[in-house]
């Protein structure tokens, strides 16, 4: 176990001395949830002298951002990055106490049997002429990048988020960009981003990513990306955070867990995802999800080196993108170890085995008799990835954080559906807290 699991289960023991105090448990103020958001709110209360309590149904903190030890692999809960441009992520995290590892900005894609490298053109300029030399990234697209750019750069977040909205499809459309370029590129990359086949998603989602992408490399931290919701449950104070604590009640000034122990509270915080939120509080909409599923490998090594994601530009198979994890951060693998992560979007129909050899399958044609070596790690199947932020979602990009005179909501369901949107209505919401 690593000095973090350690810390992490201190603060277990010390939340559940939090929720024994009986039968009525002073807690000016409750969160629900510890995933970013929920632990961001309660740190920003916490910055301004206010009393705390977060009680949170999972055994550790952080939500979806979870990571496992296997057999001496760093396993994810499936692929997940930190974009590294969120302001609100540099602003609230120690992004160098996370030990961050980029990766390169750009991507290989499979086109017509064989591997192309096309790397944006600002960070890497060097690789301008090798981009273009690909065959898929054409100087017209090169130009057309440029001008998007200085379309999402030019303006501020909060007035790039109000824009007209149509879908992420007909933008990318509407952008002229070559057939080659948004077939073998484009549109692999955003149904990665977005996790959604038809890139259905609100067009804002499509020009602020492009944007973030395009500001700062994105990365890994060392410890996985369970480091991110551990290093801000580090900075609460100590006996604040309850795990293994599900609420069964939310009441005006209590809050009831579901074994039958109350708190008395001034206001409450719903930290949750919306479909959680929305038992308690009906009004909050819920939205169709995207669902995800990553299978890993342990391989001797890995067939293609270096720091970029690699697209499926052919659509002949389960998988959308795939990763060399261990290439970027060397701590997600053992020595002369390689860790294969590959995405597959959807939750297919088939058993983890059949969706193991039919992932095995696909990549066999790419780098042949080798992936027949690879030792399956694990299956991922997370159903509730993201909400589908279509257009009509989407707008308001950014929505009340106040349910009523001590009622607060916050999760990525009030913002972009993002690391950087959880910590923002995080912040957001402990604010309307303070004003009230």
Known sequence: PSAGDSELRSTRRA????????????????????????????????????DVVVVEAASQVGGLLRTDRVDGFQLDRGFQVLQTAYPEARAVLDLEGLRLHSFDSGARTRRNGRFAAVYDPLRHPSRVWSSLRSGIFTLGDAWRVLALLRSVRGVSLETLLRRPAVSAREK???LGFSEKFTEAFLEPFYRGVLLEREL??????????????????VALPENGIRALPEQLARRLEADSIALEAPVESIGEGSLRLSDGREFEVSATVIATDAATASRWVPSIPES??????????????APLRGRLLILDGERQGPVNHLSFPSEVC????????????????????????????????????????????????RVDRIRHATPLQSPAWLEPATRSVRLGPALFVCGGHRE??????ALRSGRRAAESVLRT
């Not at 009986?22 to 929920?38: H, K």
């Not at 169709?288 to 090594?301: D, G, K, L, P, T």
């Not at 972009?416 to 949107?421: F, K």
Request: hydrophobic fraction near 45%; include cysteine; glycine fraction near 8%.
């Open 330 to 377: 060397p701590a997600y693998a053992p020595n002369n170890r390689t860790l294969v992560s590959a995405t597959v979007l959807g939750d297919p129909a088939e058993d983890d085995a059949a969706l193991t050899k039919a992932v095995r399958d696909q990549l066999r044609d790419w780098w042949g008799r080798e992936v027949d070596d690879w030792e399956p790690l």
């Open 416 to 421: 972009t559906s993002s690391i950087g949107g």
């Open 172 to 174: 990318i459309a509407r």
């Open 15 to 50: 939340g559940a001395r939090i929720a024994c105090r009986s039968p009525m448990t002073r807690a000016p103020i409750a969160v629900v949830g510890a995933g970013l958001a929920g632990l961001a709110c309660a740190w920003h209360l916490q910055r301004r002298g206010r």
């Open 200 to 217: 259905a998603s609100s067009s804002r989602i499509f020009e602020f990513t492009f944007r973030m992408f395009a500001s700062a490399p």
């Open 288 to 301: 169709e999800w995207n669902a995800v599923s990553c299978v890993y490998f342990a391989a001797h090594r």
